[in-house]
């Protein structure tokens, strides 16, 4: 019944912003989208004390039996694992939109989409994930040494590592699969042109390649909240509020993305803790508390010390119309 009500809480959310909230396609203002971020983190930090209620109650399983405190900081502590990985998310976005040139006021609509179709892949993927480790233990260590090499890639990648996205393997291939189109018609992801009845417009591409972006940033994300915690709802729920938050934070961050380029390290932080976690959870039992507190504690430095020592660079050059 509680995953019921949460899934239709969600949908009524996305039906409100798509027909009522951006009914009408418009360039979304700082001042909105910094109204919007502050809601969901607000929501977010609210939702933990529903988890609390829940976890006091049968309303809901509690197959690792935890305390309702313990439940509530495992949520928060999943949530800012996911909002923190989402930073990388929103630069690829970024030089997604730049790429295909989409006007600022048709990517909420791409992102829109983009958010459902990562509600369903992230619900696969952490069925999936909960289901081995709790039918195989010795995938903990996997995805931990998983985590671990991908802070180490990420410390080392340097900068001439930019994804280019109409040479990306994603595009390449939907070319071949369907006709495509650099002309656009509005908020249209097909139209009829000359040449063909009917072709994909930018849109539609930078939807699917967002799309496909996202599922290889879930085998990051969705393995490190599972070192955190293995029960379903807690890793469910809090992907979807950072999922749900990414639109408005793309629209506070995006242009001034760059200011946080030491923000990386907090990443790479965060990845090795988790993974080293997973690794050694036979051995060391971390507190839940001091989980919380490491993460919130890096995102903390990373931000801070980018605010000082950062340079400021433009990021996307989208098109407005």
């Keep these: 019944m509680v995953w019921i009500l949460f899934l239709t809480a969600v949908g009524i959310f996305l039906a409100l912003d798509l027909g009522v909230f951006n009914k009408n396609p418009h360039i979304i203002s700082t001042k909105e989208a910094s109204r919007w971020t502050l809601i969901w983190v607000t929501l977010s930090f609210l939702f933990s004390g529903v988890i609390y209620w829940l976890y006091t109650t049968a309303y809901i399983a509690n197959p690792d039996k935890l305390a309702p405190d313990v439940a509530s900081m495992k949520f928060i502590t999943g949530y800012l694992i996911e909002l923190s990985l989402s930073v990388d998310n929103i630069f690829v976005i970024a030089i997604i939109f730049s790429s295909f ?3 600022q006021k048709y990517q909420h ?6 958010i459902l179709g990562a509600i369903v892949f992230r619900g696969l993927m952490i069925f999936f994930g909960v289901m081995l480790i709790n039918r195989f233990t010795w995938t903990t260590y996997i995805f931990g040494i998983f985590l671990i090499f991908t802070a180490i890639k990420m410390l080392f990648s340097g900068e001439d590592e930019s994804f280019h996205p109409k040479d990306s393997f994603i595009y390449k291939t939907l070319g071949k699969v369907m006709p495509i189109t650099s002309e656009m018609e509005g908020e249209k992801f097909f139209i009829t042109t000359k040449t063909a009845k009917k072709a994909a417009t930018p849109l539609f591409v930078a939807l699917i390649v967002i799309e496909v972006m996202d599922v290889l940033f879930a085998v990051d994300s969705v393995p490190a909240i599972l070192a955190i915690t293995k029960d379903p709802f807690l890793v469910f729920s809090s992907n979807i509020f950072a999922i749900l938050g990414l639109r408005s934070m793309y629209f506070f961050l995006a242009n001034m993305l760059a200011k946080f380029s030491y923000l990386e390290y907090s990443l790479v932080a965060i990845l090795a803790f988790v993974g080293l976690k997973m690794l050694l959870h036979d051995y060391i039992e971390v ?17 801070l010390v980018s605010l000082q020592f950062g340079e400021e660079k433009v990021l996307t050059d989208s098109s407005e119309e």
């Design 101 to 103: 040139k989409i006007p």
């Design 109 to 114: 609509r791409v992102l829109f989409w983009g």
């Design 287 to 303: 507190p839940e508390w001091a989980s919380l507190g490491f993460i919130a504690l890096s995102l903390l430095l990373g931000i």
